[in-house]
């Protein structure tokens, strides 16, 4: 089936440095997506990408589309303490399917 | 935007028991829902598909008998958990589509079983 790669597993980061995280496919997918998880919630659709090589911004995050398909990252710039979470990449067909998460740590 | 939510937030049970969660689109017509399942600091593993007046999609592996599915209206889906044991515990998530390329992701049902 279908699997997602994502790195890294986790990050620990200072305040106010950028932050960089990607997704890796087996296969292509039409749409990759960007979530933010905080504990005992639901994931929260940060970015949506439609089309290769599309490169997205919502605010300090951009998100791109890999021109294969097959891959996208996500920045982070000038993290902040409310960033904190699992970041998860996510590649939808007819179903999502979800990346293993990238947790982010911020050190004071 | 789109809301989504779930009923319980948290429900702690007996081993054995059948434990329904419900979910419900607030504000749009779902078509389609789909149930996830988190075990901690995992991802979230699809369980099943489920459309408006339909029998649901079952992932491989996950057992249609044992998590029993309904999406009897276009607001609302319930999933059922049959004879839970504690190997059941777990976060689940439902999402809802109205069909238009959009998922929405309610915010979950912790189900701890003693």
């Known amino acids: 089936g279908q699997q997602l790669n994502q790195s890294p597993q986790s990050m620990f980061i200072q305040e106010g440095e950028d932050v960089s995280m990607n997704c890796t496919s087996s296969?292509?997918?039409?749409?990759w997506l960007w979530y933010k998880q905080d504990p005992g919630e639901g994931p929260v659709l940060l970015i949506a990408?439609?089309?290769?090589?599309e490169l997205t911004s919502n605010g300090r995050l951009t998100a791109q589309f890999g021109i294969t398909r097959k891959d996208s990252f996500l920045n982070i710039s000038a993290s902040i303490p409310s960033d904190v979470g699992i970041y998860f990449c996510?590649?939808?067909?007819?179903?999502?399917?979800f990346g293993k998460g990238t947790r982010l740590h911020i050190l004071p | 935007g789109a809301v989504v939510s779930q009923h319980p937030s948290r429900v702690i049970c007996k081993s054995g028991t059948s434990v329904k969660i419900e979910c419900r689109s607030l504000?749009?017509?779902?078509?389609?829902m789909f149930w996830y399942r988190q075990f901690p600091k995992q991802s979230l593993m699809l369980m099943a598909t489920?459309?408006?007046?339909?029998?649901?999609?079952?992932e491989q592996g996950v057992e249609k008998d044992k998590f029993l599915i309904n999406h009897a209206s276009l607001t609302l889906s319930t999933l059922t958990v049959t004879s839970a044991h504690p190997e059941d515990s777990s976060f689940y998530i439902c999402?809802?589509?109205?069909?238009?390329?959009?998922?929405?992701f309610g915010p979950g049902t912790r189900l701890t079983v003693l």
């Open positions: 999402s809802a589509s109205s069909g238009h390329n959009e998922q929405f």
């Open positions: 296969s292509i997918f039409n749409t």
């Open positions: 990408l439609y089309k290769a090589g």
């Open positions: 996510a590649g939808r067909d007819d179903k999502i399917i």
């Open positions: 504000d749009f017509q779902a078509t389609t």
């Open positions: 489920s459309n408006e007046g339909s029998k649901a999609t079952y």
